[in-house]
């Protein structure tokens, strides 16, 4: 990006990775070396950064206002309960999905952030799109039988995500086994795809 840009664009640039410039008035142009007096939107600290360390994706952590009752706030709402005490000198945290109970090692910033997702969640989200409502956590593996019921017809269902993929679906009223064929089908041909993926 531009070596020297100008005071307006500084300024968007600044807000839009979260902090308020707390200098004195920027020169007309604004060089991406030069150190600028920042404030975090979201913790308040006040920061000296530069355009250039922005641009290479430098993030407030927001260390400062977090206590350790709060960052386990933050995790809950994320759907994770801390598996070890929060360590302020530690960009991730172990933690276990409240979901699945799988435990994964979660990067603050993206916890903070708001983004911060158990690989189960996906899945679900996965499932859902094919038509179907999850009634039991994450099996595990995609070719484990997931207990759903089908959001059409509300029957009872357990597709897996390989059949999913593959392209099966309910086949509503009463044809459960046309659909349960079309699920063995589906994992057969996975089944066909990884043996003639192997070495011999
Ligand atoms: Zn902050
Ligand atoms: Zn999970
Ligand atoms: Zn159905």
Redesign the pocket.
């Given at each position: 990006m531009a070596a020297r840009t100008t005071a307006h664009k500084a300024l968007k640039e600044i807000q839009a990775a979260?902090y308020r410039y707390a200098g004195t008035k920027l020169p007309a142009h604004v060089y991406a070396q030069l150190s600028l007096a920042v404030i975090?939107t979201?913790?308040?600290?006040p920061r000296t950064i530069s355009l250039n360390r922005l641009r290479n994706g430098t993030v407030?952590?927001?260390r400062?206002?977090v206590s350790p009752a709060g960052a386990a706030q933050i995790a809950r709402k994320a759907g994770f309960r801390p598996r070890e005490p929060y360590d302020q000198r530690s960009r991730s945290w172990t933690l276990d999905c409240l979901t699945c109970g799988r435990t994964h090692r979660i990067m603050w910033p993206t916890l903070l952030s708001g983004t911060a997702k158990c690989p189960c969640q996906e899945r679900a989200a996965e499932l859902r799109a094919a038509g179907y409502e999850p009634q039991a956590p994450y099996p595990g593996t995609a070719r484990q039988p997931w207990p759903s019921t089908c959001t059409t017809c509300k029957a009872a269902r357990t597709p897996s995500l390989t059949t999913i993929r593959s392209g099966a679906r309910c086949g509503h009223n009463g044809t459960p086994h046309a659909t349960a064929a079309a699920e063995r089908r589906g994992v057969r041909a996975e089944l066909r795809a990884a043996q003639g993926a192997r070495p011999q």
């Open positions: 979260g975090c979201v913790c308040a600290t407030c952590l927001h400062s206002h």
